[in-house]
């Protein structure tokens, strides 16, 4: 009820000068059902998990703040070998603490349970509220670039299925998002409208952390399309059509290469997910998910050699497995068919747009906005990642909901577009005929 009031409150407040915010309270209302939904899911039908160990961890942390205030703060900092001692059987012990990457979720979140009273449903309510924000600020900032798609954006970021039910829980997967969408709403204010230069290069710096400490995949993925975007921009600077179109290829080719060696720089960083571990462990991982473990669930898009030529010859089976599978016919229970139906869908609206572009337009229509760099970009980059490193549905469906959104906003972008083109033909040539 604070959550919806709240909300509501803010809703009333800006309608009137922003009728999208319309939406506002809709697409939170389906974020927190999402939520929900996950943890019954979870407890009812998987009978553990993600989640329920997350749980678990921040009552241990929660736990540990009542008996041991000062302990918190070693635990934040480090958590250190030391740190281990000081849970105990009242306590209990948390099972990510190990996990370099999952001990930043705990770190984050367990302030929820502590103000929920240890409850996991209402701490998964706060997390799908507070990671909303910058959800919805990503939604702002397209639509302010295309205000009349806002029903289509909303679509596109608010109400996707699969994105609003994995994006909510107590997960990775809902704070990676928001933090991807923080990530492109400050780079956006800043590249296209010059905004609050300083906050938004801080939000970007935190945005950028979350991902690099979280799921630093996610990230690496990132920088082709924001280099890209950055360079039609400049791109798009040059009022000399001569001279953009001779320089257009070498300043793609030297924002890629910055990005590259940015990388490089940063393999501190990405630890396994470095340059010069990548392809080894793309491999590693594939076989992994093959195991017999995870078999009535998986599929398969070939054998591969950790090399660019053995990489990049699965380039289109790993982006058709990660938006349009699991198809229809392979879903073998509850949760896959919900996603096989989204996946035909996503397909349809797909194979339509390639129809009416003839396939050769899409390049057209990418430096007459500048934006679809990142979001184009973005979405295949990173549907090719996920698709060559998972080889099971159940975690797909999770793994890919960033790159959803941006690929949704993309087919809505480029038909508009298409459209505008179309009726700017009709006129110029009615012009032609003195009509």
Request: with cysteine.
């Amino acid at each position: 009820m604070v959550i919806f009031f709240a909300t509501n409150s803010r809703r009333v407040k800006n309608i009137e000068t922003n009728p999208s915010y319309r939406y506002y309270v809709p697409g939170l209302v389906v974020k927190l059902i999402g939520g929900t939904l996950v943890c019954l899911i979870y407890v009812v039908y998987y009978s553990g998990g993600d989640t329920l160990n997350y749980y678990n961890d921040n009552t241990c942390v929660t736990n540990l703040f009542l008996k041991d205030p000062q302990a918190i703060l070693d635990f934040m900092i480090g958590p250190s070998p030391e740190t281990w001692w000081r849970f105990d059987s009242d306590t209990g012990f948390p099972i990510y603490f190990s996990d370099k990457h999952a001990i930043i979720v705990v770190k984050l979140t367990w302030i929820f349970c502590l103000l929920t009273f240890k409850s996991f449903i209402a701490q998964t309510m706060l997390l799908a509220w507070v990671s909303y924000w910058s959800i919805w600020r990503m939604y702002q900032t397209f639509i302010h670039e295309f205000p009349h798609l806002t029903r289509q954006f909303a679509f596109a970021i608010l109400f996707v299925p699969s994105v609003f039910f994995w994006g909510s829980g107590l997960l990775k997967d809902t704070i990676t998002f928001s933090a991807v969408c923080l990530f492109t709403s400050s780079y956006s204010l800043i590249l296209t409208r010059g905004k609050e230069v300083t906050k938004n290069l801080f939000l970007i710096l935190v945005a950028s952390m979350l991902l690099i400490y979280i799921k630093p995949y996610i990230f690496f993925a990132l920088l082709p399309g924001s280099i890209l975007w950055f360079a039609g921009v400049g791109i798009s600077k040059v009022n000399n059509q001569l001279v953009k179109s001779m320089t257009t290829p070498i300043i793609i080719m030297l924002s890629l290469l910055s990005g590259y060696f940015m990388l490089r720089q940063m393999s501190v960083f990405l630890g396994e997910y470095a340059l010069e571990n990548v392809l080894e462990k793309a491999v590693v991982t594939n076989l992994d998910l093959k195991n017999e473990r995870y078999q009535g669930s998986s599929f398969d898009i070939g054998d591969f050699d950790p090399t660019i030529g053995g990489i990049l010859s699965k380039v289109p089976a790993a982006i058709n497995a990660t938006l349009f599978r699991p198809y229809l016919w392979e879903a073998n229970n509850f949760a896959m068919i919900f996603s096989g139906i989204e996946n035909l869908i996503l397909l349809s609206m797909t194979i339509y747009i390639l129809l009416l572009l003839r396939v050769y337009n899409l390049f057209r229509l990418m430096f007459r906005h500048r934006i679809l760099f990142f979001t184009i970009f973005f979405s295949l980059f990173f549907s090719f990642a996920v698709g060559l490193t998972t080889s099971n549905f159940g975690s797909l469906v999770r793994y890919k909901i960033p790159a959803i959104p941006f690929f949704v906003i993309s087919l809505f972008i480029i038909n508009n577009t298409y459209k505008d083109m179309k009726v700017e033909r009709r006129k110029k040539t009615l012009q032609e005929e003195g009509i």
